[in-house]
Nanobody, 116 residues
């Protein structure tokens, strides 16, 4: 079992920045992948960014070039730096982890609201 605790969401104006953090309850060194999904009202949950144990990253086209995912294995934490935020980035952001057995874990979600 792994618990994930997100922080860093909030309200920001368009063009602004936020950094989300996701702290895992145990070591993430051997974790297959971690990342962030988001879900806007009335829409399906979508992948925003993910990072593998080897450090490879993937981004949704809509955030590529604006968001950066990173991990600090010493702190068991994954970050999502979000720059040049747009109103369409407004959503609940969920931390996600897939362990070596392909079991998925989710955080409780953190609200990000971007005003125009």
């Amino acid at each position: 079992q792994v618990q994930l605790v997100e922080s860093g969401g909030g309200l920001v104006q368009a063009g602004g920045s936020l950094r989300l953090s996701c702290a895992a309850s145990r070591s993430i060194i051997s974790i297959a992948s971690m990342g962030w999904y988001r879900q806007a009202p009335g829409k399906q949950r979508e992948l925003v960014a993910r990072i593998t144990s080897g450090g490879s990253t993937n981004y949704a086209d809509s955030v590529n070039g604006r968001f950066t995912i990173s991990r600090d294995n010493a702190k068991n934490t994954v970050y999502l730096q979000m720059n040049s935020l747009k109103p369409e980035d407004t959503a609940v952001y969920y931390c996600w982890l897939m362990d070596s057995r392909a079991i998925n874990y989710w955080g409780q979600g953190t609200q990000v609201t971007v005003s125009s």
